[in-house]
């Protein structure tokens, strides 16, 4: 079974500019999301979808969106770009349908550089 | 959802059992407590989670006081491969909150 894919592995951008990072969640999970990890830091929680539904959302400023579509991917969108936006974005999935107690599973990211 | 308190850091011996405490003192009654490791740039990896009993699946323990205010996951023979950062974590996918990540624990297995 394929786990959850994030692509790209890496991504070099300038400030001002606006970055699509995206995520295929494992087949079946039906929830999916999104965390930011600044290096040397904890993660933080950016968005949670559902069933293609935003959940919740993390304190984040608006320029910081995104979506999931009808085959249960999602991108994360990123416009305006900071130097602080620097960091590794995270994305798991969940099987929703196992119940509410089921874990969440991690791809192994998308580095996130800007110049 | 609540925070959770965890030690910066821990170390132990290799071949000797590592217990990683967590303090989740403000758990709500339906929350489930998770733990995941994260290996340096990887991807976190779910390791086990509970609700009130305890726990054990082919890579850890993990024992929950009886008030859920805290936990301990325990790996019971502890390797080279099992150095990275631990994270516990509380949830329930049921409600609309948002998830709180601390900083983890650093577990540093020595030789």
């Known amino acids: 079974e394929a786990g959850v894919t994030q692509s790209p592995t890496h991504l070099i951008k300038t400030r001002g500019q606006q970055a699509t990072l995206r995520c295929s969640p494992i087949s079946g999970h039906t929830s999916v999301y999104w965390y930011q990890q600044a290096l040397g830091l904890g993660l933080q929680f950016l968005l949670w979808y559902d069933e293609g539904e935003e959940r919740n959302r993390g304190n984040f400023p608006p320029r910081f969106s995104g979506r999931q579509f009808p085959n249960y991917s999602s991108e994360l969108n990123v416009n305006a770009l900071e130097l602080e936006d620097s960091a590794l974005y995270l994305c798991a999935s969940r099987n929703r349908g196992g119940g509410n107690n089921q874990p969440q599973h991690f791809g192994d990211g998308t580095r996130l550089s800007i110049l | 959802d609540a925070k959770t308190t965890q030690p910066t850091s821990m170390d132990c011996a290799e071949g000797r059992a590592a217990n990683l405490p967590c303090n989740h003192s403000t758990i709500s009654g339906n929350e489930y407590v998770y733990w995941y490791r994260q290996i340096h740039s990887q991807g976190p990896q779910y390791i086990i989670h509970?609700?009130?009993?305890?726990e054990t699946n082919e890579m850890a323990s993990l024992i929950i006081t009886e008030d859920r205010k805290s936990s301990t996951l325990i790996l019971p023979h502890a390797t080279l491969r099992d150095t990275a950062v631990y994270y516990c974590i509380v949830h329930n996918a049921g409600n609309n909150r948002k998830l709180i990540w601390g900083l983890g624990t650093s577990l540093a297995v020595n030789p």
């Open positions: 509970g609700l009130k009993n305890n």
